[in-house]
């Protein structure tokens, strides 16, 4: 795939994006804390009634949880706040919330931003995804597992609830660069279980059940988004000889263009192309540089949530077309002889 060029000086324009406003991020805190705790409670007493009531308010306020943890995320960036103790201090409150350890995913995120399709890191902050002539050397066995990793029940339901609860519990990065990270990631453990024992041992059962409920939609939409995000029919992998940082941003990342009140919800991460160019721009300076910058859409693909449906079927990809395939695209390919 030929590397994109683009004028150093367009580049350098999104840095003046990076500026914090402290009144901006104290607001997002309060309209977004604000009506998930206001919802959590109303789904800890629909218990009462009905947990199909209880499931359709966690529905609502899963997107919530989604605007908390974009904070989260914008402070892993060192972006939302300026002052890095208020950053820190509120990516891990927010943490507490969402399930998702701040230190260490932070840490994998950032090696995600500077390894955006590049194929030798496929496995840290990235959905694992094969190549087809990686999926045709595998054995009947390899084969089969993989199609079941990337099955819409594991990929889309089963694999988020496991990712978020699971998962992130377990320091499973083997880098040198994680040993910090590791540390504080026992000790957030530690800290999640007395917490949650404390609030399990005062409000019960029903405490359990409700976080359950909201932190598992959460999860599924969460990596819906990012899915959606990477996992286009014209993404951008390469293996790190040629690679590039700024076409993996513009190729390797959608601009997903969900209605106002979603984007909204989900702190603007639909914009992800942008947010490659420069992780360091807060949420909410995204639509603003977006609409400044319109130029950059000519470089990306964008999707609306109907077209992003189909994303579902990408299962491969495939170096010699440069894009995503679907098992069926595959098997095609395999009876004409093209793989």
Not at 187 to 205: A, D, Q
Request: proline share 2%; with cysteine.
């Amino acid at each position: 795939m030929e590397q994109i060029k683009i004028d150093n000086s367009l580049l350098r324009n999104f840095s003046r994006y990076t500026r914090t406003d402290t009144k901006k991020a104290v607001f997002q805190i309060i309209n977004s804390f604000g009506p998930f705790i206001f919802l959590w409670v109303l789904m800890y007493l629909s218990l009462n009634a009905s947990y199909w009531l209880t499931f359709g308010l966690g529905l609502i306020n899963a997107f919530f949880l989604v605007r908390i943890f974009i904070i989260q995320h914008d402070c892993g960036h060192r972006s939302f706040f300026s002052n890095g103790v208020a950053r820190d201090i509120t990516g891990y409150v927010c943490s507490i919330f969402s399930s998702i350890p701040y230190h260490y995913w932070a840490k994998s995120h950032h090696i995600h931003h500077s390894h955006n399709g590049q194929l030798e890191l496929r496995d840290i902050g990235d959905i694992n995804t094969l190549t087809v002539r990686e999926y045709m050397a595998l054995g009947w066995f390899g084969k089969m597992k993989y199609r079941l990793f990337r099955s819409f029940a594991v990929m889309f339901v089963l694999g988020p609830i496991y990712y978020v609860l699971i998962h992130n519990r377990l320091p499973l990065i083997n880098m040198d660069i994680f040993k910090a990270e590791k540390r504080k990631l026992w000790v957030n453990n530690v800290v999640m279980v007395i917490i949650f024992s404390f609030l399990g041992y005062f409000l019960g059962l029903k405490f359990f059940i409700t976080q359950f409920t909201v932190v598992s939609l959460f999860s599924v939409i969460a990596i819906w988004f990012f899915y959606v995000q990477h996992q286009h029919e014209d993404a951008y992998k390469q293996w790190k000889q040629n690679w590039d940082y700024l076409t993996a941003a513009l190729r390797g990342s959608t601009y997903y263009k969900v209605p106002a009140v979603f984007n909204w919800l989900t702190g603007n991460i639909g914009i992800h192309h942008i947010h490659h160019l420069n992780p360091a721009i807060p949420n909410y300076n995204l639509q603003k540089a977006l609409a400044e910058n319109l130029w950059v859409n000519q470089y990306v693909t964008i999707l609306t949530f109907w077209q992003s449906l189909k994303l579902a079927g990408n299962k491969l990809w495939d170096e010699s077309q440069q894009k995503m395939i679907t098992f069926g695209e595959y098997r095609k390919r395999v009876k004409l002889g093209l793989v």
